[in-house]
């Protein structure tokens, strides 16, 4: 542990810790960041890290990267099979849908293999073939086959194999720190950030106690917004760091992008590609389980067609407007919802093959060709879904297993669920936010556009910790710790306390804001959007941050207030999206990424197809294309949120001469 002094404060204790670079996240993203943080640093001459860089993680077996994941979860890199490719051509898929800076797609292909081969070197077990090829397949948005995988837990081998990378670099980690507030001096462009307040729930006794970590640098590499939606595929306990980063300062950009898709709800996750690329049934049920019916017959007319849609949702798994039309993939996700919304509830059932009542019977041979030809060679002719499964991916069946729920004997619930964020806190080419000297990486960086290619998300935070460590040392230098606690820090923290301690005498729990919060996010912010109800869900999730600052959250114990934290947390990062969406569909935007837009004056999707709020059949906007070439960018200040519209960074062609590139290198020039 680094060393550290401890005050009190209004009764509070306080230890304050100083260091060099504190890592906040301990997933892969911030456990590969602290890795190279800790290489760059050993180049300069380092040799001890106790008192240089430290990791704090709420929980180190916690975490996205630790305990989520599909039948394939995919790491996209360039491609590294012998077929051509090239970082211009992975960078243009990066950009396609829009609202992408390409200074960021480029560095992400440029550093895919170099990222990719780190993570081949600490043990995660990518498969090659006998030559040495890193074989691949193709994943959703993916014009090539650029995707691999280490099986359904990859980031989770990631995560764990970088941990021992860590560990033998002896770099400390601290666990059980649940991260309150920024530090941070100056206002506006001049705004630095100085440092990390945790409350610790290592500590004993029933009384809170704080750390202060005062750093150089800080990188947050906390994960994804996973709690805002009562229909989510994160892993619990999911809160981002977003509502604390809007809070000291940090922009946001593209927040109206999240991805949502099938996936299983009473274990969460994704129903990605095998399980719907061996066709199983699908069947809806009242709650109390009467009145199976394979309801998809209502939305295509032919059992190769229905079987069809349902392969090709394994690697089209995102929910996608533009695979709406002539039986897109994407009308499954419509379908499930509609159902849903009437409060069935709907399963994949393993055990038997589509038998859509009124269509002919289902046959393997009668698929459209892409399918038969993807399972003809896969060897997948087995007579059920169960079998087909089995055969091509033992792993999908057994995490099932893991977790108490068995393929081969029952049907698995499924609902349309959100699960990844597209966009996130605004960095520069080095991964730095808008405020210096904090970083942000990871799904907590609002790196990717539009839409993003399967498992380019897991090469992302890989590539962006790589830069942003290559920046921290090379750029500010690896020597110093952060500031000594100073009387403006003191009081600061002071405030803070008083705040805090206050909400002990609040009548609303966070169990009950939460609960607003997540099913306000699952009607208004998730796959469905409306003109006529985004401004009311705005104006709602406003007035409860109001409330919440104004009377806080109650609480009774150390692990309460932790939980009433993130609470407050979660209510600003709702607003900030939702201010995004309602900004967004206020400039004209229609249906894209992985939403739709619902208006009156809309084309209707499929007659089946129902909005849940009128029982009519949905009518949504389309896509308003030109608005691919601007980026929203949402900050928080003392009137509120404010939104701006920035063009993406483009990139200049590379007419650098090589002397001159490594003396830009070598000199350091480059950081400048």
Not at 386 to 409: C, Q, V
Not at 542 to 570: F, K, M, Y
Request: hydrophobic share 40%; glycine share 10%; proline share 4%.
């Amino acid at each position: 542990m680094t060393s550290h002094d401890t005050i009190s404060i209004e009764g509070w204790s306080v230890e304050i810790h100083r260091t060099h670079t504190v890592v906040v996240g301990a997933g892969a993203a911030g456990i590969n960041c602290a890795v190279h943080l800790a290489e760059f640093m050993r180049a300069e001459g380092a040799t001890d890290f106790a008192d240089r860089l430290c990791v704090i993680t709420r929980g180190i077996g916690l975490g996205a990267s630790r305990m989520s994941g599909s039948d394939k979860q995919t790491y996209y890199k360039l491609g590294a099979a012998g077929d051509a490719d090239s970082a211009a051509e992975f960078a243009a898929t990066l950009t396609t849908g829009g609202c992408c800076h390409e200074d960021l797609a480029l560095i992400e292909a440029l550093g895919s293999l170099r990222e990719f081969f780190h993570l081949v070197r600490a043990g995660v077990p990518f498969p090659h073939d006998s030559l040495g090829r890193f074989v691949g397949y193709k994943t959703d948005h993916d014009p090539a086959s650029r995707a691999t995988s280490a099986g359904p837990k990859t980031s989770k081998f990631m995560s764990e194999s970088l941990q021992r990378e860590l560990d033998q670099l002896g770099v400390p980690i601290h666990d059980r720190q649940e991260v309150v507030h920024l530090l941070t001096t100056g206002e506006g462009d001049a705004r630095q950030c100085t440092g990390v307040v945790t409350l610790d729930l290592s500590a004993p006794g029933d009384t809170p106690a704080l750390r202060v970590y005062l750093a150089k640098h800080v990188v947050l590499a906390a994960g994804g917004p996973g709690e805002l939606y009562a229909t989510s595929v994160y892993p619990l306990g999911q809160v981002g760091l977003h509502g604390v980063a809007l809070r000291a300062g940090l922009a946001g950009e593209n927040l109206t992008e999240s991805q949502f898709g099938l996936a299983s709800i009473s274990f969460r996750w994704n129903v990605s590609g095998t399980y719907m690329q061996v066709v199983p049934r699908v069947i809806s049920t009242e709650a109390d389980g009467s009145d199976e019916r394979e309801f998809l017959v209502d939305y295509f007319a032919d059992t190769p067609t229905l079987a069809g849609a349902t392969f090709l949702k394994g690697y089209q798994w995102p929910f996608d407007p533009q695979k709406l039309t002539d039986a897109g993939s994407s009308i499954i996700d419509l379908a499930v919802f509609t159902e849903t919304s009437k409060g069935r509830k709907v399963f994949l059932d393993f055990r038997a093959n589509p038998t859509p009542v009124g269509l002919a019977a289902f046959d393997l041979a009668a698929l459209p060709d892409e399918a038969r030809l993807y399972l003809e060679s896969a060897d997948a002719s087995q007579a059920t879904p169960i079998e087909r499964l089995a055969h091509m991916n033992t792993p999908a069946i057994d995490i099932y297993t893991e977790n108490g729920i068995d393929l081969y004997t029952e049907p698995l619930e499924i609902a349309v669920c959100a699960q990844h964020c597209n966009g996130g806190l605004a960095i520069d080419e080095w991964w730095q936010s808008t405020v210096e000297g904090c970083f942000v990486i990871g799904e907590l960086a609002g790196s990717h556009g539009v839409k993003r290619p399967g498992g380019s998300a897991l090469n992302a935070g890989q590539t962006g910790g790589l830069r942003a460590a290559e920046y921290i040392v090379r750029g500010y230098g690896a020597e110093g710790v952060g500031d000594a606690m100073n009387d403006a820090t003191r009081d600061e923290l002071s405030l803070l306390v008083s705040r805090l301690a206050a909400w002990q005498t609040s009548t609303r729990s966070p169990e009950d804001a939460l609960d607003e919060i997540q099913q306000r996010m699952t009607a208004h912010g998730a796959h469905l959007r409306s003109v006529t109800t985004s401004h009311a869900a705005l104006d709602a999730a406003t007035a409860l941050c109001e409330t919440i600052g104004q009377a806080g959250l109650v609480w009774t114990s150390p692990r309460d207030l932790a939980q009433a934290i993130n609470v407050d947390h979660q209510a600003v990062t709702s607003a900030a999206i939702l201010f995004a969406i309602d900004s967004l569909i206020a400039a004209g935007a229609g249906s894209r990424g992985s939403h739709v837009v619902s208006a009156a004056d809309g084309d209707v999707v499929h007659p089946n197809v129902l909005d849940p709020v009128s029982g009519e059949p949905l009518r949504i906007k389309p896509e308003n294309v030109a608005l691919r070439e601007s980026i929203l960018r949402v900050s928080l200040g003392a009137d509120g949120f404010a939104a701006e519209a920035i063009p993406p960074r483009k990139v200049a062609e590379n007419d650098v001469a090589f002397e001159l590139a490594w003396k830009a290198y070598t000199d350091g020039a480059m950081f400048k």
